[in-house]
């Protein structure tokens, strides 16, 4: 497979991800610079021009849906606004090993609290389902 296709492979994939919502750079940044070896800088640009048509076209049917609320949505997207301009500078002194590491313990921090949150609220609802059977 050559790398155009992996290339073609990851950004659909991350669309998808994106689409839906769930962050589509969170798998296109480390799939470009696994798969196609990329720089970081580079896979985190890509990233970015991929982002704006994605969102607009997932924020026009998430609207559709009625899913969006403008109210909620205005302070949140103004905070972000400002963090993605600070973090642009940030960026722009870092090189790409710490890029690489930031992301990845940024990821994997965000991968454990995820299971644990997951793994709690099993053990929660485990005990909640045992206790309505012993009071049955």
């Known amino acids: 497979m050559t790398e155009e296709h992996i290339i073609i492979i990851v950004s659909a994939l991350g669309g998808i991800i994106g689409g839906m919502g769930l962050g589509g750079g969170t798998l296109l940044i480390p799939l470009l ?74 990821l994997t921090a965000l991968g454990v609290y995820q299971m644990t949150k997951s793994i709690v609220t099993a053990v929660k609802d485990k005990k909640r389902k045992a206790e309505q059977v012993a009071r049955s």
Do not use: R
């Open 33 to 106: 610079t696994l798969c196609s070896g990329l720089e970081q800088h580079l896979a985190q640009a890509i990233n970015l021009i991929a982002f704006v048509p994605m969102s607009a076209v997932a924020l026009v049917i998430h609207k559709n849906n009625g899913y969006v609320d403008f109210k909620k949505s205005v302070p949140i997207a103004t905070l972000a606004l400002l963090g993605a301009v600070a973090g642009s500078f940030l960026t722009s002194y870092a090189g790409g090993y710490i890029l690489k590491v930031s992301f990845g313990a940024f």
